[in-house]
């Protein structure tokens, strides 16, 4: 079994910035690929960026060079720095983790999530 929780929601305006953390508790964390997907109000869930236990990183097209995934594993801890945020990054972000040893850009990859933290990214 593996707890995911996360942490560094908030409110802020167009332009700023966020990091937002999600620690894992298990034994083999160091080996688990981690996931960051979003949840805007009334559409689906939707991929953000990925990272596997070797720092191989993937992101979606939309935050492509304005966030930034990483991961301590002495910490447990995965990151996901979000610089020039836009309104449109307004969501629910959900930390996912999966023992499958690869970049993972798809929820159904994932066996693992947090409970999400809150993002709202004002005009």
């Known amino acids: 079994q593996v707890l995911l929780v996360e942490s560094g929601g908030g409110l802020v305006q167009a332009g700023g910035s966020l990091r937002l953390s999600c620690t894992a508790s298990?034994?083999?964390?160091?080996?688990?690929?981690m996931g960051w997907f979003r949840q805007a109000p009334g559409k689906e869930r939707e991929f953000v960026a990925t990272?596997?236990?070797?720092?191989?990183?993937s992101y979606a097209d939309s935050v492509k060079g304005r966030f930034t995934i990483s991961r301590d594993n002495a910490k447990n801890t995965v990151y996901l720095q979000m610089n020039r945020l836009e309104p449109e990054d307004t969501a629910v972000y959900y930390c996912?983790?999966?023992?499958?040893?690869?970049?993972?850009?798809?929820?159904?990859?994932?066996?693992?999530w947090g409970q999400g933290t809150q993002v709202t990214v004002s005009s």
């Open positions: 990272i596997t236990w070797s720092a191989i990183t």
């Open positions: 298990g034994r083999t964390y160091r080996t688990y690929t």
């Open positions: 996912a983790a999966s023992t499958v040893v690869a970049p993972i850009r798809v929820e159904d990859g994932y066996p693992y």
